[in-house]
């Protein structure tokens, strides 16, 4: 299928990891495999203020998989609206709180209308220093795969 447009290719079946496929690093093109990067994590920061709302819905947040929570301003609540998991099938979500929390400063991880979390639509509350939450999507809802608190 030489010089073949990519949409023009066929759908993969499910990947095992060690396929190979092309990358461009540095201007060069090199191959690599799916478990070479399956550790690779896209890190960001959120400060979190008090009565505020935020969507990881929005653009900015798409390709993020590690959220740091920085607490900032007086004590209350912020709510982060998790992505839409029919648009984020098998995506992961990682979110740390700093030393800054405690249980008048918190975060609500809270499913958008209609999905649930572990089965919920109550929402996650982070209020402690340092903890941490992780999620995965199956396409239809939001899971905790892992905490720590």
């Given at each position: ?29 090199k191959q690599?495999?799916?478990n070479d ?113």
């Open positions: 299928m030489a010089n073949a447009k990519i949409s023009a290719l066929p759908i993969a079946t499910e990947l095992q990891g060690s396929e190979l496929f092309a990358v461009v690093q540095g201007g060069e093109t690599t495999t799916l990067i399956d550790n690779y994590l896209i890190p960001t920061t959120l400060v979190v203020l008090a009565d505020t709302v935020v969507s990881l819905n929005d653009i900015s947040y798409q390709d993020v998989s590690l959220i740091r929570l920085t607490w900032s301003g007086a004590n209350g609540t912020m709510v982060l609206n998790l992505p839409n998991a029919t648009d984020n099938t098998n995506r992961v979500l990682r979110f740390l709180s700093n030393g800054g929390f405690q249980t008048s400063t918190r975060v609500e991880l809270t499913p958008i209308s209609g999905e649930t979390l572990d089965g919920t639509t109550s929402p996650y509350i982070i209020n402690k220093e340092y903890e941490g939450i992780q999620l995965w999507s199956d396409g239809i809802e939001w899971f905790i795969v892992q905490k720590k608190a």
